[in-house]
């Protein structure tokens, strides 16, 4: 009967937290490799606009806006964004943890959208910053 219940339980509980998951808003297009990126940091050439929307912006060249899921900070962010062109090429990446349970890319994501802009990149950091970017040794701000 304890094996049931709380076979039951997770059940529940596994259920509950999907359907309070945000869809993802982006497409698999839309995904930029962090060894792409970090080429292009080595370069130094035609560097987009790279923004953090996490907690903290340790790869070069990235503005922090702080975590999407802060309303203040994507208005941050539309503020950064109203003084560029809708073609320009836009970065953005948190890190902080899984895509899964981010509270911080899909918000940035859908203020791209919105504000109309149509070469916008999410870089791909599946797991989070340290195992797909620091440990595989990409650049960080020092």
């Known amino acids: 009967m304890k094996k049931n219940s709380v076979l039951f ?11 309070a998951q ?4 982006w497409t698999e297009k839309q995904l930029m490799e962090p060894a ?6 080595k370069e130094n050439s035609k ?6 929307v996490g907690p903290g912006a340790l790869i070069p060249n990235s503005v922090d806006i702080g975590p999407g899921s802060d309303e203040e900070n994507i208005a941050a ?15 953005v990446y948190c890190g902080c943890c899984p ?7 899909r918000p940035a994501i859908q203020a791209l959208k ?5 070469n916008y990149y999410l870089l791909n950091i599946p797991k989070n910053l340290k195992t797909d ?3 595989k040794g990409y650049p960080t701000v020092k």
Do not use: H, M, R, Y
């Not at 339980?9 to 359907?19: G, N, P, W």
């Not at 792409?36 to 940091?41: G, P, Q």
């Not at 895509?99 to 890319?105: G, L, S």
């Open 9 to 19: 339980i997770a059940t529940v509980f596994a259920a509950l937290s999907t359907q």
């Open 22 to 25: 945000k869809p993802i808003n």
């Open 36 to 41: 792409a990126l970090a080429t292009v940091l």
């Open 47 to 52: 560097l987009p606009l790279i923004v953090s």
């Open 77 to 91: 962010f539309g503020k950064l964004l109203s003084g560029k062109k809708k073609e320009e090429k836009i970065v």
């Open 99 to 105: 895509f899964a349970q981010c509270p911080n890319v």
């Open 114 to 118: 919105d504000g109309g802009f149509t």
């Open 133 to 135: 970017w620091i440990d």
